[in-house]
Structures are given as C-alpha cells and as structure tokens.
C-alpha cells in the first residue's frame, strides 16, 4: 500500500497522514480496544474518528513547538468528545515535527532523535499540562518530575524517567525503538500475510500486546493482569499461526476481546504503538527516495 503513496509534501498531506492512521487504527480489529466493530468501555469508533479530526491541525502546526503542539492537540479533543488520545498524539507529534524538519543528510530516525535532545523545559510543562488535561486512567504520582508539579528539566529527561514504567515514554527515551525495529516490521509482514491493511495492524496489535506488558493495563491493573493479558495475546497469536484465512482467524481474535472486555480490560498503549507504527510506516516510505534512508544497513531498518 504504502510504496504506491506520493511523497508528504506538505502539512496538509501530514495532517491527512494522522487522520489515516487514526481512521486503520478503529478499522481494524484490535481485541480489548475500541474498533468499528467492536466498540467498547463506554466508548465507540467515531469518538476517535472525531478526536483525530480534532487534533490535527494542532498536530501539524509547524508553527508551534513539540509540547505546546501537544498540549493544543489535546484541549481541542477534550473540546470536540470525551475520549482520551493522549498516547496517539504523544507519539504522534515528535514523528510528525521530525518529517517537517529533517535535513536532506538525515534520516527520519536521526531527526526524531535531534528533536528529542533538544526539548526544552517550557515542551515539558505543555507536556504536563497536556496529561493532566487527558486525566489517563491510573495516572497516579511520582517522587521525580511528577506531572503536578512544576518541571526543572527537559522533556526528553522526563521521559526518561517515566521510561521503565511507561512504553510510550521508553519511545521517547529510546529514539522510538519499538516503532522502528519492531512495528514496522510487523506491519510489513502482516501485509505479507493478508493483503489487507486493517488486518495487518491487527498483527501490529497483537505483536506489541504479546511482546510486551500493555503499560495502560499495568498501570491501571497492576502487574499480575498485565502479564496475564500479555500471555492471553501470546495464546492467541499461537491459535492464529495456522489459520489459512483471516476468517479463521478472527474467531480466535473474537474470543480474546471477549475475554478482555468482560474483564473490563482495555490495553490502550497497545493500541497508541500501533496507531504510531503506521504513521512511521507512511513517513519513511515517503523519504525513501532520500540518500540518507536508502543507505541504510541491509534489512530495511531505520538508523536508530
């Protein structure tokens, strides 16, 4: 899909760009998350159809900012609905900046990594303002740079020190790891597998769900649930392995939103990750005409 896609010239094919990745992430099937079909935890697909729509030009302002673009993201979706996209645009923001502002010597992954440096105390006091607004579900304190408190240091610091407790700050604190060197690729490979864009994030779901404890589940549930809900993804990954078509396989994917729902159980960082691996998708194929990406090491990786 993406090889067939121009180049991002601009801010409204960014904006456009976001908008994309959040409309696949409620298309697909995503067991314990809210999807088109299969809505849930008080909430339905269109609330983050709306939240996207919202938080896009903020998104993409390149006028303003990392933390203050994140900040206006998020007063403009708790303005438009009531759901929280905290995680998305988080994740979302640093990448976009990185495809605005990248330099013809480097890659995407280099500048992302630029742009982290150099965050300034005034990014993480947007940042913090931005997450008290979004009140994320088992938020809790801090004895370090607690959010309800007055920043004293950068945004990247920050971030690396929520890191061992939070992946979306281990994305930050690691120049976005995860996304580049395992999401990507499993997106490449569900799209092997399928042919379908909606099923092969399924397959990035379940690859971070089974990979790894969902951050949103630990925090919220504690470690015992997220290593349950970790193993469940696990077995059901295993049940899916042999299946010849994805008809087959949605059955074993049906029993596992059950399961997760009925528990009230929803492992929103799972999904975040998954929403920021196509986008990362999309921006690197747009670049892959550039020297600095097309030198890469053999395997398709981004220089992280």
């Not at 939240?51 to 390149?62: G, I, L, Q, Y």
């Not at 203050?68 to 995680?87: F, K, P, S």
């Not at 929103?268 to 691996?277: E, F, N, P, Q, R």
């Amino acid at each position: 899909m993406n090889a067939r896609l121009p180049p991002l010239p601009g801010t409204a094919d960014l904006a456009q760009a976001f908008r994309t990745a959040c409309e696949l992430d409620v298309l697909a099937f995503k067991p314990g998350n809210v999807s088109v079909e299969s809505p849930g935890h008080g909430m339905q697909a269109r609330d983050f159809q709306l939240s996207a729509e919202a938080a896009a030009p903020h998104v993409t302002d390149r006028t303003l900012p990392l933390g203050e673009r994140i900040y206006r993201a998020i007063a403009a979706t708790r303005q438009a609905v009531g759901c929280n996209n905290l995680g998305i645009v988080l994740l979302a923001v640093p990448l976009i900046r990185a495809a605005q502002h990248r330099l013809p010597h480097e890659s995407l992954s280099q500048r992302l990594r630029r742009d982290l440096d150099e965050t300034t105390r005034e990014d993480t006091e947007w940042v913090y303002r931005a997450i008290r607004l979004a009140a994320p579900g088992g938020l809790g304190s801090s004895p370090r740079h607690d959010v309800h408190a007055a920043p004293t240091v950068n945004l990247l610091s920050a971030m690396r020190e929520a890191a061992q407790r939070d992946r979306i700050a281990g994305q930050y604190a690691s120049g976005y790891a995860d996304v580049f060197r395992f999401g990507v690729d499993a997106l490449r490979q569900g799209r092997t597998r399928w042919g379908e864009e909606t099923q092969a994030l399924t397959d990035v779901y379940l690859a971070y769900l089974s990979g790894f404890p969902d951050s949103h589940v630990l925090r919220k549930f504690g470690a015992p649930t997220a290593a349950q809900v970790q193993r469940m993804a696990c077995g059901c990954v295993a049940d899916m392995a042999p299946c010849p078509d994805w008809n087959r396989a949605r059955r074993h994917l049906a029993n596992l939103d059950r399961g997760l729902k009925s528990a009230g159980v929803n492992p929103g960082t799972s999904a975040d990750l998954t929403v920021a691996t196509w986008l990362a998708d999309r921006l690197l194929s747009a670049a892959a005409t550039d020297p600095a990406e097309t030198s890469r090491p053999a395997g398709g990786q981004p220089d992280i």
